[in-house]
Structures are given as C-alpha cells and as structure tokens.
Antibody, heavy 120, light 106 residues
Framework: QVQLVQSGAEVKKPGASVKVSCKASGYTFTSYGISWVRQAPGQGLEWMGW????????NYAQKLQGRVTMTTDTSTSTAYMELRSLRSDDTAVYYCARSRPSVTTFLGYWGQGTLVTVSS | EIVMTQSPATLSVSPGERATLSCRASQSVSSNLAWYQQKPGQAPRLLIY???TRATGIPARFSGSGSGTEFTLTISSLQSEDFAVYYC????????FGQGTKLEIK
C-alpha cells in the first residue's frame, strides 16, 4: 500500500532553516510527483509547491520563491522540503502528498504531517 | 489567480440527514476539482476528484457534482464519522484550496 512517512517535529528560531523529509513506499516513486502543503494552527490548507520525482522539475508558490527548495532522492524514494529564513508565521504542520506527474494535480495520498514551530 | 470560496463556513446537520456543501471558483476550472475531508489531528483525505469521481474506498454516500465555477459535495445520510472539515481544491492551474466548511453535529 502507498505510504508517505515524514520526519519528526522541529522547533526552530527565527531566521533558521528547516528540512523536512518524506519517505515514500508502495509505488514507483519516479512515476509521480510530490507536493507540499502546509497548515498554520487553526487555519486552512496552503499549497507550497510540487516536484517531479522523475526529473526533479519544480514549481513553487510565488510567495515562497527564494525561500523554499524541494528535492528528491530517487535512490531512497525520499522527498525533501527545505524552508529558509524562517518567520513566526511559518509555524505550521507541513504535509507531503503524492501527486500526478504535473503540478495541476489532486492529492491522493498524504504523509502524516510534520509540525514546525518557529519561536525565539 | 483563481479564488475558491466555500459555503457555508459552518454547517450543522443531524446524523442521518443530508448535507450539501458548496464550492465556487472565481473563474472556470472545468471539472478539475477535488474534495477532501480532514478530521482533527489528521491529514486530509481525498474524497472526490474530477468533480464527481469517488476516490478509492470512499463510501457511496459521498457524491460530487458541478463543473465550471459551481460545485457541490453531498453526503446523503450523515454518519458520526462524517463530522469534519471539508475542503475543495481546484487543479485546473496552480492548485488552490477553499477555506473549508466545518460540518458539525446539530
């Protein structure tokens, strides 16, 4: 069965960086993409971006351009999302989700989420 | 930028009754619309894609309809496990979610 297992919770200071991992299993990793979605406490869902696990092509939300980098390691079927220059409003649960091989995708399978807390 | 607007923000319905949730797009998204269910402390779960196709394992009491700019999620006979927050999402271009509808027990 398809599974996405994310890394554990993180606490970071403002200005620091965080890197969240998402290990996929149960399907051919390079046949799909991975999207990242975040959810601030008590708020709705925000799409952060998408990466093709086939060729590494990326598409990021405009508001995060320059601060976010998404990568994959096909040898371990793992996707990564790094967010830099963290601010308090980056505090959120970050989800990875399996996507179609295109940014225009719905999300069929989700990771369990990773809480990132940004606090001084 | 396509804006997705869900209504109502909160819907109070009794178990066994029908619930109807709405989602409107600021411009046409064709049938490129998905619905998700999210319970507290859990990741969202895909219910519907292509506006009306149920995802694997989703009960038949969940149905989606609409195209263009107006969409509806209907839950025909509410079970206790259906009380949750529901999000619509367009994927006709850059994906965007609606703000959610909280379905609560009346």
């Amino acid at each position: 069965q398809v599974q996405l297992v994310q890394s554990g919770a993180e606490v970071k200071k403002p200005g620091a960086s965080v890197k969240v991992s998402c290990k996929a299993s149960g399907y051919t990793f390079t046949s799909y993409g991975i999207s990242w979605v975040r959810q601030a406490p008590g708020q709705g869902l925000e799409w952060m971006g998408w990466i093709s696990a086939y060729n590494g092509n990326t598409n990021y939300a405009q508001k995060l351009q320059g601060r976010v980098t998404m990568t994959t390691d096909t040898s371990t079927s793992t996707a990564y999302m790094e967010l830099r220059s963290l601010r308090s409003d980056d505090t959120a649960v970050y989800y990875c989700a399996r996507s179609r091989p295109s940014v225009t995708t719905f999300l069929g399978y989700w990771g369990q989420g990773t809480l990132v807390t940004v606090s001084s | 930028e396509i804006v997705m607007t869900q209504s109502p923000a909160t819907l109070s319905v009794s178990p066994g009754e029908r619930a109807t949730l709405s989602c409107r797009a600021s411009q046409s998204v064709s049938s490129n619309l998905a619905w998700y269910q999210q319970k507290p402390g859990q990741a969202p779960r895909l219910l519907i894609y292509g506006a009306s196709t149920r995802a694997t394992g989703i009960p038949a009491r969940f149905s989606g309809s609409g195209s263009g700019t107006e969409f509806t999620l209907t839950i025909s006979s509410l079970q206790s496990e259906d009380f949750a927050v529901y999000y619509c999402q367009q994927y006709n271009n850059w994906p965007r979610f609606g703000q959610g509808t909280k379905l609560e027990i009346k």
